[in-house]
């Protein structure tokens, strides 16, 4: 049977390749630390379990294409309080901010087109342009500049007659670069001028370590027709598992061409849908504050604790949970294995994701790695540890 | 802006155009019933909600990738229970029957690629294969023939250079078709002998009316790599919000391919995948008969009442719970409008489902409607009894 050329250029998870490696070293007794997933320990407010426990219907019934009414009108109330007033119209309930990037990446990617990425990117980025036919054309950034890439001299020359789109994470995954107001701005206008759509995935929005407010790319009304963006209650309420998350756009004719595909998958789920607008309608300021200091205090525990390994670079994060890391070695992929399967300090050791998954092209980020910082600042303060001592003991084995 | 070609050729429901007067004929009084959705009045069953309410985690986190543990065997001991024993390796839990179509279709489809249908089709499925940029051959039926496809003499001409797979509904809709065992076997084997994928879509597959068990394509070992099930949980259980189903083949290599998406997209919902596997643990034969039950009795409703509509033409469905019948009109839509604008009785008109839009070609099907009896035995025989007034008044009207 002949599979899509587009399935076979799609790849199968970075990380995935170490799975079993994870397993035997814990078969051996050693206790694995993570740093390698996105997976937060906070717990999901009760609201969530509490909305879901008080459904009342008998029939679990399809929900309408859009979304549940509670669900668009507690994200568009949400997005009222961020100072951006959107219609429910102006938003369509996903599957995660996943589904939101399946929905709004073929409604303008053919065969043959590109989009612009900042580099490195979310590794899923990859795979969502693939199936459209289309490819990614990576903004490259570096570890020295700490990977910022709103720059129109970088920008610019990337765009030809096949560019489309531009995606970005901010805050950013994996890279935590907090685009500046200015920056912002920028993008908006380098779409604006060159007729492009700016895809703003916006998931880590609270998670903001400086002294801005929580921002959207929805702030540039002037721009509007030009701005889609994709949110998930997945990381702001520490529900990953509940797959919700929205497309909001202004551009009517874009929301218009996406409610085609909202449409012939049927909806999202109906229950997840309720429980989320729970989350929206009962989590006040003070529990975004709460889910920010939390990460604040890891993203210092992994900072101090990064300070204290020699000769690694980085930037520390302005947002988002993960950081990119360059260590002093060959190679971090051979550094995991050799971390699995040789590796251990008083019965521990330590997975990262590899930096290459995170480029587009092949070799790039060879020896960078990215950590999420995802557990307890002890957890992480250890982590790194073995980071350390485990870098120190693969670059002095006998060769 | 500009969108992508596949977009603009994906079409919105055919349904939404009669929303309005649907509106604006109940802001008359009117009460309006419903032979138009597919939604099942039945209850959900009590074990869906009592496990979302006794899911015990504090942190909603991502199920993995192929699916929630409980889910997959559940799904395996279901399959093993009708006869057709699989690997927890063969299932990917996927966001309901449509996600299962989202996943396999890319898997195999490039652009200018084509996938044979049987006509009339389900419209969504034109909206999954052009969104991955190959179209649909269509395999015509006729009303005269009771819509049946599975004929060598009218499938095999329709193959060519491009052609990657077959997907069929079973137990059909629109149609209420069953294919006969010697009819699956013909569909198998024409799919081997070709090199082609057999997409089955096998939602409605307890839902049968004859003598015979469920059935599923999974049945034919010696050509178990030429075979992918679609399933879900939607119609089995009346629970189509929770939007929890399944891609099943014991191809490995389609799986690996298949994988790469369901990674991409991260995980299917994890509460409902846990209420869904409490469907299928608690759910016995008594449950499945009493759903069958329920459906022939709407089914018998609905034949019997048509059977005093003049000049109607039908076949008696076989499963499902969808029926096609070609009406003494000019053209069902108009009659739709007719209904909804002008037409009452005792204050109620009615709705249906016009045949055009399950046709690849325009024009098609102009005078066929398509019923769901998804409502209580008194309710459809009022609807139909309201549907022949209709036809008298509408062909009776001053043109």
């Known amino acids: 049977m002949k599979f899509s050329h587009k399935i076979q250029q799609c790849g199968l998870s970075p990380m995935r390749k170490f799975y079993p490696y994870e397993v035997a070293a814990e078969a051996k007794g050693l206790r694995v630390h993570h740093l390698n997933i996105g997976q937060p320990d906070i717990e999901t407010p009760r609201a969530f379990f509490d909305a879901a426990r008080d459904f009342g219907e008998t029939v679990l019934a399809y929900a309408p294409a859009p979304g549940v009414e509670v669900y668009l009108e507690a994200v568009r109330d949400y997005y009222a309080r961020l100072g951006y007033p959107i219609t429910c119209d102006e938003i369509l309930a996903t599957y995660g901010g996943s589904e939101a990037l399946q929905i709004v990446l073929p409604c303008v990617l053919d065969e043959g087109d590109e989009i612009l990425i900042p580099e490195p990117f979310y590794p899923n980025y990859d795979t969502f342009v693939r199936v459209t036919g289309a490819a990614i054309r990576p903004i490259p950034t570096s570890a020295e500049e700490g990977y910022r890439y709103a720059d129109r001299a970088r920008i610019e020359p990337l765009i030809n007659e096949h560019t489309r789109a531009i995606l970005i994470t901010n805050p950013g995954n994996p890279t935590g670069v907090v685009l500046t107001p200015e920056e912002r701005r920028l993008m908006v206008d380098i779409a604006k001028e060159h007729d492009l759509l700016l895809i703003s995935d916006e998931v880590y929005r609270e998670i903001v370590y400086g002294d801005e407010a929580p921002s959207s790319m929805l702030e540039f ?151 999420a910082y995802v557990t307890n600042p002890d957890d992480l303060t250890r982590s790194i540890e073995l980071l350390g001592l485990g870098i120190r003991a693969y670059n002095s084995r006998k060769q």
């Open 221 to 371: 009304t002037d721009a509007a027709e030009n701005v889609a963006v994709v949110d998930s209650i997945s990381k702001r309420f520490s529900a990953t598992g509940a797959r919700v998350g929205a497309l909001i756009s202004r551009n009517k004719e874009l929301m218009g061409q996406a409610m085609k595909l909202c449409q012939g998958r049927l909806c999202a789920a109906t229950l997840d849908q309720v429980a989320a607008a729970a989350l929206y309608r009962k989590m006040d300021a003070a529990y975004y504050a709460g889910v920010r200091e939390e990460y604040r205090r890891r993203k210092d525990a992994v900072v101090a604790a990064l300070n204290r390994v020699p000769n690694v670079q980085f930037s520390e994060p302005e947002g988002a949970f993960y950081l990119m890391v360059t260590l002093p070695v060959d190679d971090a992929e051979k550094l995991q294995y050799f971390l699995l399967e040789e590796f251990q300090d008083q019965g521990e050791t330590v997975m990262y994701a590899p930096g290459e998954g995170f480029y587009g092209e092949p070799g790039k980020g060879r020896n960078e790695i990215r950590i």
